[in-house]
């Protein structure tokens, strides 16, 4: 196995862990899984490749874009939906997280058709090389938007008002209720980011691999286990988290070969779960930033 | 058990296996397909509504029982009964080396984690090449049952699962499994073993699934990664009962016939349409109307009936509307004379 394989593991792990990151937020905030949140992920990459198509631009200068698209509608769906469901326990939500990320999946299918679909970029298949090295440049995007948006993430949370608001909610509902925190409008900003966190790793994922209609699941596992790993709401170890399953994966898909490497992934997953549920860098208590 | 439940359970075996012969092949067929579905969301009610925990495994226990089943139909020559029985009795023994980890994990987690255990066992299962790998294989064919007899096996399994859904909504047994759900520390203050009752639970539902899953082999006939742990088992039972009533009897029951009979049957054509409105479907239930559709019903004709039953619900803390129309119903029950 060469140290190619396993640095663009690493690289392409940061993608998990923004998706990871963003469940993970969710979770410490809301108290709410979101069990659609990999089919986010592909719901950016399919938008990125709709508006692409479109407008011509280049996958970087449709990011933007496309979190602002993905921002609004999980805002509103957090805001008419989830919040209400909320009040019903923490049964429902899941059940219905399930129910839309089948028909995500669905929908994906219909509109996109069964086979994968990926997004060209100009520097898409360019790539260069360090110390013996290659390194293709989708790989080192990927890396760059990974710890930008997680940098951003830590910062808000940290050092914002916003962040404040946000820490004092998931803090104590109640409580900051009373000090005059809309609590339903920072649950739906805290949705909406953490379906932008997925979306952007959605489309950075269509330029260096592709996407398809049903990948969602596999990648709420990875979600799930980056989560697992890192403990609710930590944004720097989801990150680091990430990257360690990307590694993990590279690693098991030179040894066992492709096929055999989504058992070990799981499995390793399922350890990790039984083992450590507040995970490996963790508290039992949600930690926010 | 009451009485009451026993004379059901002997009504509901009877007839079912004397309704069984007179049927034609091809109703034969749809009986199975139903029974199974009715045992599966029995089975998966006991876990999600008495015990309260989302189970996303169902998949894997029904695939678990249909390889199990085929496997020793086929290598270790054993009948179909038998393998049918013993198929049970290995679920009943997966569940319960999953459940003793798994349980010690409360709501997301456990969700994802049955939901990662039967994506690793369909990953498993395709690897593994002496069980046909990705295409799976088929069930020896001189070994197999006729259509009535594979009926009157569902009939017996389907009994079996009403049996283990009534012991839990009337024994004391049940009710402690509800109480660790309602309030696992009230129940642990009660001298509740709450991870004994939760698994017990798990149990009893993964050797009924995995019977669900042994009788559907023997019915397709074949077994492969892609059908027998295909996701769409767990969304099924997912929608059947939060569909027809969680935590009911009857509300599973009708979820199955509901949406086999109304869904799968007449939006066949649409192919991933229905799987858009099976989806749609269970977010707008929960957000309209999370206790499903069995209680509802219920609700209505108790006020209908009128009477105390009436003023007892319309009583009951509820949606403005729903509460005006129940008072309205309960004065003009009073008033008439019946």
């Not at chain 2, 742990?229 to 939060?242: C, E, K, N, R």
Request: glycine share 12%; charged share 10%.
């Amino acid at each position: 196995m060469s140290l190619t394989i396993l640095i663009n593991g690493i690289l392409i792990g940061s993608l998990y862990g923004l998706v990871g990151m963003g469940l993970s937020l969710l979770a410490g905030v809301v108290r709410m899984i979101n069990l659609a949140q990999g089919d986010v992920l592909v719901g950016g990459a399919y938008l990125a490749i709709v508006l692409h198509n479109r407008l011509g631009w280049d996958p970087l200068a449709l990011l933007p874009l496309v979190a602002v698209i993905i921002f609004a509608a999980g805002y509103l769906v957090q805001r008419f939906l989830l919040n209400d469901i909320l009040r019903a326990g923490s049964f429902a939500p899941l059940v219905v997280t399930f129910g839309l990320s089948l028909v995500l999946e669905s929908v994906y299918q219909e509109v996109f058709g069964a086979n994968s679909q990926s997004l060209p970029a100009a520097w898409g298949d360019s790539a260069v090389t360090v110390a013996g090295v290659r390194l293709e440049s989708a790989y080192l995007v990927a890396f760059a938007v990974g710890a930008a948006l997680t940098a951003a993430t830590w910062g808000t949370l940290r050092y914002t008002r916003l962040g404040r608001t946000v820490r004092a909610a998931a803090a104590d509902p109640g409580t900051a209720r009373l000090l005059g925190i809309n609590v339903e409008r920072v649950f739906a900003v805290t949705f909406a980011a953490s379906a932008v966190l997925a979306a952007a790793a959605g489309v950075i994922t269509a330029v260096a691999q592709s996407v398809t209609p049903t990948g969602g699941l596999s990648l709420l596992l990875f979600s799930f286990a980056v989560m697992a790993v890192a403990g609710m709401g930590n944004v720097p170890a989801a990150f680091a988290a990430g990257m360690l399953l990307g590694a993990f994966q590279a690693v098991s898909v030179a040894v066992l070969g492709s096929g055999a490497e989504t058992l070990a992934v799981y499995v390793a997953f399922f350890v990790v779960l039984v083992i450590r549920p507040s995970g490996l860098f963790g508290t039992r208590e949600a930690r926010l930033t | 058990m009451s009485v009451r439940s026993g004379i059901l359970l002997g009504v509901v075996l009877v007839a079912g296996v004397a309704a069984a012969g007179p049927l034609s092949a091809a109703n034969q067929y749809t009986g199975v397909t139903i029974l199974t579905a009715m045992i599966i969301a029995l089975a998966w009610n006991i876990v999600a509504g008495y015990s309260g925990q989302l189970s996303l495994g169902v998949a894997a226990f029904v695939g678990l029982g249909g390889y199990a089943c085929g496997l020793l139909m086929a290598h270790a020559g054993f009948g179909w009964v038998t393998a049918v029985i013993a198929a049970t009795g290995l679920s009943a023994v997966f569940a319960f080396l999953l459940g003793l980890p798994l349980l010690r994990l409360r709501g997301a987690y456990f969700a994802v984690g049955t939901l990662a255990a039967a994506v690793a066992l369909q990953a498993g299962a395709q690897l593994w090449t002496w069980a046909g790998g990705g295409s799976g294989f088929t069930l020896p064919i001189d070994g197999l049952p006729s259509s009535v007899s594979l009926l009157r096996a569902s009939v017996v399994g389907f009994a079996l699962a009403l049996a283990a859904v009534l012991y839990v909504q009337q024994s004391a047994f049940g009710l402690r499994v509800v109480a660790v759900r309602d309030d696992e520390r009230a129940a642990t203050g009660a001298g509740i073993s709450c991870l004994g009752h939760r698994l017990a639970a798990f149990v009893i539902s993964g050797a009924l699934t995995g019977l669900a899953g042994a009788l559907v082999a023997l019915q397709t006939l074949t077994v492969s990664p892609a059908g027998s742990f295909s996701m769409s088992w767990t969304i099924d039972a997912t929608l059947y009962v939060v569909a027809g009533g969680i935590a009911t009897i009857v509300g599973p029951l009708i979820g199955v016939v509901l949406v086999y009979v109304v869904l799968t049957q007449e939006l066949q054509s649409l192919g991933a349409v229905s799987a858009i409105i099976e989806g749609g479907l269970l977010v707008v239930i929960l957000r309209f109307a999370p206790a499903g559709l069995w209680p509802a019903v219920v609700r209505g004709w108790r006020l209908a009936r009128g009477g105390r039953l009436a003023r007892l619900v319309d009583a009951r803390p509820g949606p403005g509307v729903s509460a005006k129309v129940g008072e309205m119903l309960a004065s003009r029950a009073t008033k008439e004379p019946r």
